[in-house]
């Protein structure tokens, strides 16, 4: 359902494009990762899946379960709550692992929280933490690294900020764009295996920065851009 929402009410309030890497494609079993921006890229990211016709597993901070109705949704579709910092946060990874072990992609954001910050630019990936090494390691999953752009032109800020891009956005229409990258296994050393998904993410960040401001530039792209498979949402 939420899948579906999102499919349905991104593209009336923005301009949302999708590119892949040659080769890149989410499995069943895969862990995707995406960077974390404003509190719409969920909904971009879950839009741009499911123009692919898939429906992750997302692991999201516990406190949404506490939203009357929608807590119940994100139960009913298998959502696995991150309760971070307390003896408890162990578990989302054992909720995870149990969604992939039963054949679903798992999506999660493994900097692990949202810049603070209140203009609408775009910065790189932060640190990736040490959930994704571990998750990782222990399933054997692919890992596909998917970058997301343009976010925070939708919502950033504070609450009035937010309020003011929801009302604007179906006449702006900003542009939003998700590059999936080639998936990858982290094996081996978790410092140096963090950094590979650290690298693999922030140049799938990049590439989705350069279709937004290219769009910007020319904003009705008609071509096949370098290697990529592009297609709008």
């Known amino acids: 359902m939420l899948s579906h929402l999102a499919a349905a009410s991104v593209p009336a309030v923005a301009r949302l494009t999708v590119t892949t890497d040659p080769g890149a494609k989410v499995r069943p079993g895969s862990i995707v990762i995406a960077n974390h921006t404003s509190l719409a890229d969920p909904a ?20 949404l379960w506490r939203i009357p109705l929608l807590g119940a949704a994100l139960t009913r ?26 054949g ?4 999660l954001y493994p900097e692990g929280g949202l810049p603070v910050r209140d203009d609408s630019g775009e910065a790189a990936p932060g640190p990736i933490r040490s959930g994704l090494w571990r998750l990782a390691t222990s399933t054997g999953a692919p ?25 604007t956005a179906p006449v702006r229409r900003p542009a939003l764009h998700v590059h999936i990258g080639a998936p990858l296994h982290l094996e081996g050393d978790r410092v140096a295996a963090t950094q590979r998904a650290h690298r693999a993410l922030t140049a799938a960040w990049r590439t989705a920065v350069e279709h937004v401001d290219g769009r910007d530039r020319a904003p009705a792209p008609t071509g096949h851009p370098g290697s990529f498979r592009q297609t709008s949402v």
Request: proline share 8%; aromatic share 2%; hydrophobic share 55%.
């Open 77 to 102: 579709e298998g959502f696995v709550p991150v309760r971070r910092g307390g003896p408890r946060a162990a578990e989302a990874l054992d909720g995870a692992a149990a969604a992939l072990a039963a």
């Open 44 to 63: 971009i990211v879950l839009a741009a899946l499911h123009g692919r016709g898939i429906r992750p597993v997302v692991l999201a901070t516990a406190g």
């Open 143 to 167: 890992v596909v690294p998917l970058g997301q752009a343009g976010a925070r032109r939708l919502l950033s800020g504070g609450p009035a900020k937010h309020a003011a891009g929801l009302l």
């Open 104 to 107: 679903r992609p798992v999506l």
